[in-house]
Nanobody
Framework: DVQLQASGGGLVQAGGSLRLSCAAS????????IGWFRQAPGKEREGVSC????????YYADSVKGRFTISRDNVKNTVYLHMNSLKPEDTAVYYC????????????????????WGQGTLVTVSS
């Protein structure tokens, strides 16, 4: 079974940094895209960033461009989301998910594109 384990959330002051990790296991796919979504209270789940396992292409939502960086370690089957210059509006539960149908990062991210989901990790940014 495909399993995704997200970790690294926590409480940080505005302007601070966090690194989220998504450890994947049980994969039998050669090409896939791993993405990070977030969901704030009362809001829809939104795509934040994703990365392809094969060509390394990436996507970032406009709201996080220049502040967040996604990276992958294919040996460890882990994807990281480095979050810098955090803002209170970044507060949300962050989820990692995998799209097993794509081999390049999407130009837009929609939850319906993703087949498997990890549990969320809470990021709270205080002002």
């Amino acid at each position: 079974d495909v399993q995704l384990q997200a970790s690294g959330g926590g409480l940080v002051q505005a302007g601070g940094s966090l690194r989220l990790s998504c450890a994947a296991s049980g994969f039998t796919y050669d090409d896939y895209v791993i993405g990070w979504f977030r969901q704030a209270p009362g809001k829809e789940r939104e795509g934040v960033s994703c990365i392809s396992s094969s060509d390394g292409s990436t996507y970032y939502a406009d709201s996080v461009k220049g502040r967040f960086t996604i990276s992958r370690d294919n040996v460890k089957n882990t994807v990281y989301l480095h979050m810098n210059s955090l803002k209170p509006e970044d507060t949300a539960v962050y989820y990692c998910a995998v799209d097993t149908w794509s081999n390049s990062a999407q130009t837009t991210m929609h939850p319906i594109q993703y087949d498997y989901w990890g549990q969320g990790t809470l990021v709270t940014v205080s002002s």
